[in-house]
Every structure is written in C-alpha cells, then in structure tokens.
C-alpha cells in the first residue's frame, strides 16, 4: 500500500466522527433513580425501569439534560427550545425493552463548531491549499458539528468460552444491566474533517472541554468516551463525496490516527485498481494495524422511530439554559490566552497546561506565591519535566522551580531530585542541600574561576575573538572542571562571554 502522504496528494480524504461520551460524574441513570456505577457487583444498580419491565414509567434526569446543554453552549451549538425523546427499536438482550430511548430529528443542541488549531508535523498532513497556512505550515480548521443528542447507553456484555470475541463461537454470555441507562451524549461532526491528525485533535479537544465541564471523565480506554470514524475518499477537486466506511473499535487517540491512516491507504489502493468501496462498518485491529470487515450496510435498518409517549417533550426555557450557561467555566481555549497574557507562556506550552483541568489547577495553584521571576520555570517544569512524575506535591514542583529559577542547580540535576522526592513529602532544597548539590552563583567566587581559566587557555581566547564562538562551551567546561561541579554553568556561560566581549 501507498503512504499516507503520497496519497493524500492525490486523493482527498473526507472524515466525520461520531462521539459517545457517557456521562458518569452523574449519580443516577437517565430515566430512573439508580445508582450510576460500573464497578460494583453486576446486575445490583437495576429496577424496573432499566430492566424494561412493562408498565415501568420512565423520569428524566434533570442533571443530564444541563450536562448536555453545557455541551452544546461549549460547542457554540444551538440549544433548541422544543424536542422530545423518540423509541429507536431493535432486538438484543442489552437493551431489555427492544427500544432505546434517544432523540429523534431535533436534538437538544444543533449545528455548532469547534476551530481546530493544526501545527507541526500533523500540519504537514493536509497537502491541499484550501486552507490558509501561516509561515510555520500551521493552520486554523473549522470543523462544523451537526448535532448532539442524549440517549441511554445498554447494558454490558460478555461472551466467554468458545472462539474469543466470536458471539456465535462464544460458550456463555454474561450480561451486566448496571450500565443498561447510563446518560450518553452522541456528537456528530459534519464530513469536515480532512486528515487522521485533525481527527485526532478533535477529538482531544473534545475531550478536554467536556473534562473541563466535568460532565464526564472522558475516558477512552475504559470506554466512558467511544469514537467511530467515518472516511471516504475523493479525487483532488471533486465535490461529490465518495462512500463511507465506518470503523468502530477505537480506543485511543492514536488508534482514531492510525485506523484512519490504514483506511485512507486501503480505500486508495482499491479505487486505483478500478475496484469499489463498499458501504460498511470495519473493525479496528490495533495488534495487526488494519482494519476488518464487520458486516455490509444493505438496506437502512428499521428501526420505527417514534416520539416515545411516555415521555413528555420538552420545552426548555430561557431560565434554564442561562442557568446551564453560568455553570460553564473558564474552557480550555479561554484559559490558554489567559496564560499567554498574563504569563507570557509560548502558545503550545500555554495550551499544554490549559488542556486537561487537573493539570491547570495544580499549575495554579503552583503559581501561588512563587514569584514572577519563577512562573516561567514553573510553566517549563510543569510541561517537561513533571509529566514523568505522578506523585509529585504542589509544594514540590514549586521548589524545584524555584531552584531552577535562581541557577542553584541545573535541568539535569533538577529530574535527579524529582526522581529522588517523588512520592515523598520531602521538599527538594532541603534534598538539594543534603547532598551538596547547590551551585554557586556567587560572582565573586565563580569570577575568580573564570578568570583563571581565560589567563590559562590563551589559544581558545584568541580563538574566541577571531569568531569561532563554539569554544566558549570548552571554557564552560574547563570552569565547570576547576570548580569541581559546584558552579553553575549557566553562570560560567554568561560571565565568560561578559569578560569575552569585554
Ligand atoms: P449513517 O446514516 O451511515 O450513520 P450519517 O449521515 O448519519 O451516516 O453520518 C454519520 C457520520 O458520517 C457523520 O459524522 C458524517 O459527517 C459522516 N459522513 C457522512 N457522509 C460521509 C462521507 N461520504 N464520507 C465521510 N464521512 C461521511
Ligand atoms: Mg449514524
Ligand atoms: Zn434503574
């Protein structure tokens, strides 16, 4: 098969994602008052309504329908006043009343849009100029969104024995209807997505707006977030779409990535053969990277949506969406320019700390009396070095910032205390000073040093002056030698080419 490059010259790739997100910061399910919680003892969270027993009545939950609202304000959708739930009719045990109570044309909040911000590597992507890239090859992509509806989530299922995986090889199937429920908000993008990059950044965007709202815990590996993706493919400068594929089974961001990546190579080399794509849903296989036929769309399914009569329409008022409005807090793009201007932070590192809200609340908190001379250490702290850190306190990441802030120890050194105190209450200073790795930045002791070193290296001097600026990193290193790795080489650097110039 082609690459992914050498065939998005050709061919122009036409993406649109459709996303679930349960909403499990909820205490109770979406129609009744059941405990909201995958994890206790299967089947204990049920009563007649989510088990559909007939005569059930189901009530909506208020908290759900201000979850999605805050989704859609977020989204910049249009809430709609009026809509009503509708019965989406099928037959598997794990919905156990044959329908699933969704929405039906009119959901609660339509036609919004997400600007994806698109930079680096990813940016190189999209070959085409039907965007306007700016000198870096980066560029802003509006990605429209059609709707997003509520719906329940069905209970969980497992077939175990037999051919793993297979439910007609399986030898039992087990059946969980704690989940069968559970509020879920669908987002569907309109087809505006053009590579797996922007794919991929839409969906972390979403993730981190709907984590900053606190509506979910936005969890793809434990599936409290799902994606399917759908592709097609056309000519450069056609404008009828081609037919779609729909891949389910994805994980993670980089399986959304790479499943597209696979399906736009794969749907190439079939159409440069002369053969056709035919309209079906594929199944992601991240072991064997590529994609599987799971079963061929042949007629629309019937699913005789209706407006289900238990359940009143809705008619939300004013009141109630500028209630769901001023719950929203700072969102993700918001808190990135904040930073930017008050911190003077670079975009991606702003945007960094600004993505995933535990991560913006502990900078902050960071921040709180440290010092304007250290939040750019601590920006550069919390970007690069704290990641690989999970235990690291506040009071930590502010000390070692600190540190870093005054040149009493280097980069290097700053992850072997990190290494050292992660996981402890030990503040890094006091560690710092144990094990005497303090550097002087003391002018008159570090002077003295420098001094000796430029009376004794006469050829690297006279080197210096005549234009070859790369021996100052010997000096340093000759002073870092005399001072037996006690000075600090930022220090030595800067007083070097002080008395250098001089
Ligand atoms: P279906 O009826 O097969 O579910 P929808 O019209 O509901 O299809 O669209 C589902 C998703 O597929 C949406 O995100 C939409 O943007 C996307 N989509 C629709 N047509 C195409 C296409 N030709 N190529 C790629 N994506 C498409
Ligand atoms: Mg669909
Ligand atoms: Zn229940």
Redesign the pocket.
């Known amino acids: 098969m082609k690459k992914l490059a050498e065939v998005l010259k050709d061919w122009e790739a036409?993406?649109?994602?459709?996303v679930h997100t349960e909403l499990t910061t909820l205490e109770t399910k979406m129609f009744c008052n059941c405990r909201l919680s995958h994890d206790d003892e299967p089947n204990t969270n049920v009563c007649p309504v989510c088990l559909g027993m007939p005569g059930a009545l189901p009530v909506p939950n208020e908290k759900a329908i201000e979850s999605i609202v805050m989704a859609g304000l977020a989204t910049n959708c249009q809430i709609q006043r009026h809509s009503m739930f509708y019965r989406k009719h099928y037959f598997y045990p794990d919905m156990a009343k044959n329908f699933q109570t969704t929405q039906g044309p009119v959901a609660f909040c339509m036609h919004g849009q997400l600007d994806l911000e698109v930079s680096g590597a990813g940016a190189k992507e999209r070959p085409d100029s039907t965007v306007e890239k700016d000198a870096d090859g980066g560029y802003v992509a509006p990605i429209r969104i059609?709707r997003i509806h509520m719906e329940e989530d069905a209970a969980k299922m497992v077939h175990v024995g037999g051919e793993e995986g297979r439910i007609g090889g399986a030898a039992e199937s087990l059946i969980d209807y704690n989940r069968c429920g559970t509020p879920l908000i669908e987002l569907?993008?309109?087809?505006d997505l053009r590579t797996p990059e922007e794919a991929r950044l839409f969906m972390e965007k979403l993730r981190q707006t709907f984590l900053t709202l606190g509506i979910s815990d936005c969890s793809l590996e434990s599936g409290s977030m799902r994606c399917d993706g759908?592709?097609?493919l056309r000519r450069r400068g056609e404008t009828k779409?081609?037919t779609?594929t729909?891949m389910k089974n994805i994980n993670s961001f980089k399986s959304l990535h790479d499943a597209l990546e696979y399906e736009i190579c794969r749907q190439a080399e079939v159409l440069e053969e002369g053969g056709i794509v035919y309209q079906e849903t594929r199944h992601w296989e991240p072991s064997r990277r590529r994609t599987v036929v799971m079963r061929v769309k042949e007629t629309a399914d019937d699913y005789r949506l209706f407006p289900d009569p238990d359940l009143a329409p809705f008619d939300l008022t004013d009141e109630f969406v500028e209630r769901c409005r001023a719950r929203i807090p700072e969102l993700p793009d918001a808190k990135r320019d904040r930073y930017m201007a008050s911190f003077g932070l670079k975009r991606a590192d702003a945007a960094q700390l600004a993505g995933d809200p535990k991560v913006a609340a502990f900078f902050e908190e960071a921040l709180e009396g440290a010092g304007e001379k250290v939040v750019p250490t601590l920006a550069n702290v919390m970007v690069n070095l704290a990641p690989s850190y999970d235990a690291l306190t506040v009071a930590q990441v502010r000390g070692i910032s600190a540190l870093l802030a005054e040149d009493a120890i280097t980069f290097a050194q700053a992850r072997e205390v990190l290494d050292a105190v992660n996981g402890t209450e030990e503040d890094p200073a006091a560690y710092v000073d144990a094990h005497g790795m303090r550097q002087s930045t003391d002018e008159g002791a570090l002077g003295a040093i420098v001094d000796e070193v430029l009376a004794r290296c006469t050829d690297q001097v006279q080197q210096y002056r005549d234009g070859n600026k790369k021996v100052l990193g010997f000096l340093v290193g000759q002073c870092m030698k005399a001072a037996k790795g006690s000075g600090n080489p930022k220090a030595f650097n800067k007083m070097l080419a002080e008395r250098l110039e001089a």
């Open positions: 036409v993406i649109g994602l459709e059609l569907v993008t309109e087809p759908n592709i097609s779409f081609g779609k729909e």
